[in-house]
């Protein structure tokens, strides 16, 4: 299980990704100032760090200065506000090996993640995923059942790509909310039922069960 470092000292950030690494089978671990996150990542026990540019007592510009002095060669993905070229280049420059600006969706953080954990250890990637007679082409977008082809939309897509990633695992709605649409969602939303329904129409309704009181399993 490959472990995060996640520098990031605003709570409602850090604990949205914190929650969504933990469903996809990360073991994170979240720091608040710049300080810390230094003493953390120099102990080598984490195989990525996720950086917020804004943190107290040491921004993340410093920390990763440190870091890289220190020839800790461990993958990081800045995380920031900022968006400016001068500041995506500083970041870059300074050793970052990515570049994510706020607010963004955990599909896309989740997905350079990976990316940036297979160029670290050279891990085969993994284009379909399989279930039955259902499969998933994360390349081409596209989904298969038996001989047919399913058109599905973007957010149907990262549905079906979340539950073929957890078969048998129960998802809450919580859960499918801040991976398919991010950390600004409604939690009172029911966005995830009309969703879920229409993948059902799509892929089979006996592939998606329903939990009650609790949410949503593939193939359970």
Do not use: C
Not at 30 to 57: E, M
Request: glycine content about 10%; proline content about 4%.
């Amino acid at each position: 299980m490959n472990r995060i470092l996640v520098a990031e000292d605003e709570e409602r950030i850090a604990s949205f990704v914190r929650k969504g690494l933990s469903a996809n089978g990360f073991n994170p671990t979240v720091v608040g100032d710049g300080p810390t996150a230094i003493d953390y990542a120099l102990t080598g026990g984490f195989d990525l760090v996720l950086l917020d540019i804004g943190l107290p007592g040491r921004d993340g510009f410093s920390v990763l200065r440190t870091l890289r002095e220190a020839n800790l060669t461990t993958p990081v993905i800045i995380l920031t506000a900022r968006d400016s070229v001068h500041d995506t280049v500083a970041g870059l420059e300074g050793g970052a090996d990515d570049y994510m600006t706020k607010p963004f969706r955990f599909e896309e953080l989740l997905a350079r993640v990976r990316l940036r954990l297979r160029a670290a250890d050279r891990t085969p990637e993994v284009t379909v995923l399989r279930a039955a007679d259902l499969s998933l082409d994360l390349r081409t977008r596209r989904a298969q059942v038996g001989a047919r082809t399913v058109d599905l939309t973007a957010r149907e897509f990262v549905l079906l790509e979340l539950f073929l990633r957890h078969p048998g695992q129960v998802l809450s709605r919580e859960q499918i909310l801040s991976h398919v649409w991010g950390y600004d969602f409604d939690p009172g939303s029911n966005i995830v039922d009309v969703y879920v329904r229409a993948l059902r129409r799509k892929v089979g309704a006996e592939r998606i069960a329903t939990v009650r009181g609790m949410g949503y399993a593939f193939g359970r």
